[in-house]
C-alpha cells in the first residue's frame, strides 16, 4: 500500500484479527479496545451523517470518530481543542523544553506497573523542578510548569520519559515580584538529575514496600526485597538523563511545540512508508546521531509492529498532561492574573478561531458552498442514496 493513503488502521484491519488469535490470552482488555478502536474510526461501525451542498447539491458522507486517544487520525482534532484552552495561559517571557528521562533498570518496572510508575515518574520530575527552582542558590522562585507522558521511542520500543514546557522565571516567595531566569539558562541539569534519580528511587521503593508493584516472567524475583534493591543498585550510581533544551523563540513557538507533542500518539500515519502483509516499514529518528544520519527507516514484522504499538496503550483513565506550581489547575487564573499584573503585561488576545470538532462541517469542495446534514446514520448502518428522478416520479403518480 502506498505511504500517502497508509494508516495504522489498515494495518490493524488487515492482520489485527490474525494477532488476537495468536496472542490469546496476552493482550489485555484495554488493548483489545483500543484496537478495536482505531479499526473502526472513521468507518460504517461507529455511524455517521450524509452532507449536502445548499449550492450545487453534492452529496458526501462522513463517519463518526472514535476519539480514542492512542488513534493516529483523532488526536489532531483533540491537539487543536486543547491549545485553543491553553493559549490564555500564555506568559511574555521565554519558554524552556526540559526531559526526564528513566534508566533502563526502571523502564522494565515501569512497563509492567504504568499506573503507579508512570505516576511517580510525573511526581518526581514536578518536585524535582519546583525544588530546584525555589532555592536561593539557583531561581528562588516559585515555577508553573506543563508535563506530558511520552513513552515510545523513535522505533516504538518502551522508553518512558516526561517532557516539560516551563515558563522562563517564576513568582518570589512573597508573590510580589516576578524572578526572570537568565535568557539561555533555566536551572542546571545535572543538579536536577541529582535530585530526580534520589526522588524517584525513594518513591519506588516505597511503592514496593507497601505492595504496590507487580511482577512478571524474567522480572518475578524482584517480588522479593533484596532482589529489588540488588536490581536497583546500578541505576543509584549512574547518571540520570535530564535535558534541557535552548528557550523557544516566542510564544507561537511554544504552541507550535505544544500541538506535536501533547497529543502525540507512538506513531503517527505520516511516519508509515509501506505494509505488505508480512512487515511494516515506517520512518525512525536517532536522537544519538546529528545530520542526514539521525534519520532512517525501519522495517518491523507485521505482529512485531502491533506489539510494540500497544506496548504504549495507558491505564484507563491516566492523566498524560499535567499541570504543577503556578499553573496547577486550582489557582491558575488567579496565578496567571497576578504575574501579568507584575510584568505590565496587557490581557492575552486570543486570536485563533475555536477549534474545530473532528466532524465539523467543512465548505462543499465543487463550489464552496454551505454543507448541511440531511442524514444521520447510526452504527454498522449504510446511509440511503439520493432520490432519483424515476423515484420522484413514482411517488408524485401515487
Known amino acids: 500500500m502506498p505511504a500517502s493513503t497508509l494508516e495504522v488502521a489498515d494495518i490493524f484491519?488487515?492482520?489485527?484479527?490474525?494477532?488476537?488469535?495468536?496472542?490469546?490470552?496476552?493482550?489485555?482488555?484495554?488493548?483489545?479496545?483500543?484496537?478495536?478502536?482505531?479499526?473502526?474510526?472513521?468507518?460504517?461501525?461507529?455511524?455517521?451523517?450524509?452532507?449536502?451542498?445548499?449550492?450545487?447539491?453534492?452529496?458526501?458522507?462522513?463517519?463518526?470518530?472514535?476519539?480514542?486517544?492512542?488513534?493516529?487520525?483523532?488526536?489532531?482534532?483533540?491537539?487543536?481543542?486543547?491549545?485553543a484552552e491553553r493559549e490564555a495561559d500564555l506568559l511574555p517571557?521565554?519558554?524552556?523544553?526540559?526531559?526526564?528521562?528513566?534508566?533502563?533498570?526502571?523502564?522494565?518496572?515501569?512497563f509492567q506497573n504504568k499506573a503507579a510508575v508512570y505516576d511517580l515518574l510525573f511526581r518526581a520530575a514536578s518536585?524535582?523542578?519546583?525544588?530546584?527552582?525555589?532555592?536561593?542558590?539557583?531561581?528562588?522562585?516559585k515555577i508553573g510548569l506543563t508535563a506530558v507522558l511520552h513513552t515510545w521511542g523513535s522505533a516504538l520500543t518502551h522508553h518512558p520519559h516526561v517532557h516539560m514546557i516551563v515558563p522562563g522565571g517564576g513568582l518570589s516567595p512573597d508573590g510580589a515580584r516576578w524572578v526572570s531566569s537568565r535568557p539561555a539558562f533555566l536551572l542546571p541539569v545535572r543538579v536536577l538529575a541529582k535530585l530526580f534519580r534520589r526522588l524517584f528511587l525513594v518513591g519506588l521503593s516505597a511503592l514496593h514496600a507497601a505492595g504496590r508493584l507487580v511482577f512478571f516472567g524474567g522480572l518475578a524475583p524482584l517480588a522479593e526485597r533484596q532482589a529489588f534493591l540488588r536490581h536497583l543498585s546500578p541505576a543509584r550510581t549512574k547518571r540520570w538523563v535530564v535535558y534541557a533544551k535552548a528557550p523557544f523563540a516566542g510564544p507561537a513557538a511554544v504552541l507550535a511545540y505544544l500541538s506535536r507533542y501533547t497529543h502525540r500518539v507512538a506513531i503517527s500515519n505520516r511516519r508509515l512508508v509501506a505494509f505488505d502483509g508480512a512487515g511494516v516499514t515506517f520512518r525512525t529518528k536517532d536522537y544519538?546521531?546529528?545530520?542526514?544520519?539521525?534519520?532512517?527507516?525501519?522495517?518491523?514484522?507485521?505482529?512485531?509492529?502491533?506489539?510494540?504499538?500497544l506496548l504504549h496503550v495507558l491505564p484507563k483513565g491516566f492523566h498524560r498532561i499535567r499541570h504543577y506550581g503556578l499553573l496547577a489547575s486550582t489557582g491558575r487564573r488567579a496565578n496567571l492574573a497576578r504575574i501579568r499584573n507584575l510584568l505590565a503585561a496587557p490581557p492575552p488576545v486570543i486570536s485563533r478561531e475555536?477549534?474545530?470538532?473532528?466532524?465539523?462541517?467543512?465548505?462543499?469542495?465543487?463550489?464552496?458552498?454551505?454543507?448541511?446534514?440531511?442524514?444521520?446514520?447510526?452504527?454498522?448502518?449504510?446511509?440511503?442514496?439520493?432520490?432519483?428522478?424515476?423515484?420522484?416520479?413514482r411517488m408524485r403518480a401515487t
Open 93 to 110: 517571557v521565554g519558554y524552556f523544553h526540559v526531559v526526564f528521562t528513566l534508566p533502563t533498570q526502571v523502564a522494565a518496572i515501569a
Open 127 to 141: 518536585e524535582t523542578m519546583q525544588t530546584i527552582a525555589a532555592d536561593p542558590k539557583h531561581l528562588g522562585a
Open 13 to 83: 484491519r488487515a492482520a489485527g484479527a490474525g494477532y488476537r488469535a495468536a496472542q490469546a490470552g496476552h493482550v489485555s482488555l484495554a488493548q483489545l479496545k483500543v484496537m478495536a478502536a482505531i479499526e473502526t474510526c472513521r468507518t460504517a461501525a461507529l455511524g455517521g451523517h450524509v452532507e449536502a451542498c445548499d449550492g450545487c447539491g453534492h452529496r458526501r458522507i462522513a463517519y463518526n470518530s472514535c476519539r480514542d486517544r492512542h488513534c493516529p487520525k483523532c488526536q489532531g482534532a483533540a491537539a487543536r481543542t486543547w491549545l
Open 288 to 309: 544519538r546521531r546529528d545530520g542526514p544520519e539521525r534519520y532512517g527507516i525501519t522495517t518491523l514484522g507485521t505482529d512485531e509492529f502491533i506489539r510494540r504499538f
Open 354 to 393: 475555536p477549534a474545530l470538532s473532528p466532524n465539523r462541517l467543512t465548505p462543499c469542495r465543487c463550489c464552496g458552498g454551505r454543507m448541511t446534514v440531511v442524514e444521520i446514520f447510526g452504527r454498522f448502518m449504510q446511509p440511503r442514496g439520493p432520490p432519483t428522478a424515476s423515484a420522484s416520479t
